[in-house]
């Protein structure tokens, strides 16, 4: 969403992080391939994904940057 707004030219010096975040990230499973994750990303055009677990915990985020480094894309 902060890539999205600073396309349109939004002035974001004052904003709170709760103005920028995404209420409903896409989300993964820790097993899903990271091939899968790159799809995901590359279907709806954003650059990140956050892993959770069963209940819906945090684990981590896989970033863009993190497949391509792995060359996974």
């Known amino acids: 969403d902060l ?4 396309e ?5 010096r ?11 990230p ?11 994750a790159a799809q995901m990303m590359e279907q709806h055009g954003i650059t990140s994904v956050v ?5 819906g915990a ?3 985020l896989v970033h ?3 497949l391509m480094l792995a060359k996974v894309i």
């Open 3 to 6: 890539r999205r707004r600073l």
């Open 8 to 12: 349109v030219g939004a002035d974001l």
């Open 14 to 24: 004052h904003a709170r992080a709760q103005d920028l975040m995404h209420p409903h």
């Open 26 to 36: 896409r989300t993964i499973a820790p097993h899903v391939l990271a091939t899968q």
């Open 51 to 55: 892993v959770v677990d069963a209940t």
């Open 58 to 60: 945090l684990v981590g």
């Open 64 to 66: 863009i940057r993190d």
